[in-house]
């Protein structure tokens, strides 16, 4: 399944996609797609709400596609995930996950603009893998429990604000958590729409040029091992969204180092996640 939330900022309605661009409207028997809907278990009752409604799906049109899914209690990071990454950064390969928290309140849609704070002049892009947990998860036993545990994956841009991130004492959370730093979408793929997870193709593109080309085979921890190795240290609920990381390419890594100063357009895809498309805006206190 590929679930969505269609409607205004506030007023997303929650529904399913067939096809491309086909709605399938789920609002009437779901509330939304946040932790009570997950905690419930009723994902699982609607692969055959959707075949019985597929005739009556409508095209999406213009209508804004919002976050997949709805605030979370919890955005957890993964950081230099990638051997590659890590070592465009000059840091050394973690040997176990690096974790970081990132506000539920940087959470937008795929589309939405982006936003560069307020006296930043370090901004920056990361296209990544996200996960969606399904269940509460406290020690789970292994990875196999991990798996059962993930309800989809999702497209994530995790912005961050480089300077904030590294040279303000190196609490990695002051550099990602300004609003708008964390488009998610264009919709929640469930596992079972993703023949392998570790062989997703990633990209993100800066003004029509390609700034970051990866996969998802060359992580370092595998979804699996992130979900179980952070169940032995907090408690996963139902709706939260992990980021694992991103490949090479950010404008941390460039020659020079390149940031987003507003006007810019973000554009990034990953294979069986969709593409998103954002508009970088200056921060008005930048132009007065």
């Given at each position: ?50 075949a ?61 603009d ?25 020690y ?7 798996a ?16 904030w ?84 390419g ?12 507003g ?22 206190a930048?132009?007065?």
């Amino acid at each position: 399944m590929r679930l969505v939330r269609i409607g205004d900022l506030g007023a997303e309605k929650p529904g399913a996609l067939i096809d491309d661009d086909l709605l399938v409207d789920l609002s009437d028997v779901v509330d939304d797609f946040n932790e009570a809907f997950f905690a419930s278990g009723r994902i699982s009752e609607l692969p055959a709400l959707i075949a019985d409604r597929a005739n009556g799906a409508t095209p999406i049109g213009d209508r804004r596609i919002g976050s997949p899914i709805a605030r979370p209690h919890q955005i957890l990071c993964i950081g230099l995930n990638y051997s590659d990454h890590a070592a465009e950064t000059g840091q050394a390969v973690p040997p176990e996950p690096i974790l970081f928290n990132k506000a539920p309140n940087t959470l937008i849609g795929p589309n939405d603009d982006v936003v560069i704070p307020r006296g930043s002049t370090k901004t920056d892009w990361e296209v990544e893998l996200g996960i969606v947990i399904g269940r509460h998860s406290l020690y789970l036993a292994d990875e196999t429990e991990a798996a059962a545990a993930i309800a989809g994956y999702v497209l994530v841009n995790d912005v961050s604000e480089r300077e904030w991130q590294i040279e303000r004492g190196g609490q990695w959370v002051k550099g990602k958590s300004a609003p708008t730093f964390n488009p998610v979408g264009p919709w929640l793929a469930t596992p079972d729409e993703i023949d392998d997870v570790l062989a997703l193709d990633m990209t993100l593109d800066v003004d029509d040029k390609r700034r970051q080309t990866g996969s998802t085979s060359t992580m370092l921890f595998s979804p699996t091992f992130i979900v179980h190795y952070l169940s032995q240290f907090l408690a996963l609920e139902p709706g939260d969204l992990i980021n694992t990381g991103t490949p090479p390419g950010v404008g941390m890594g460039m020659k020079p180092p390149t940031y987003l100063k507003g006007g810019e357009t973000m554009t990034l895809t990953v294979t069986h996640l969709g593409t998103q498309t954002q508009f970088v805006v200056a921060h008005p206190a930048a132009t007065e």
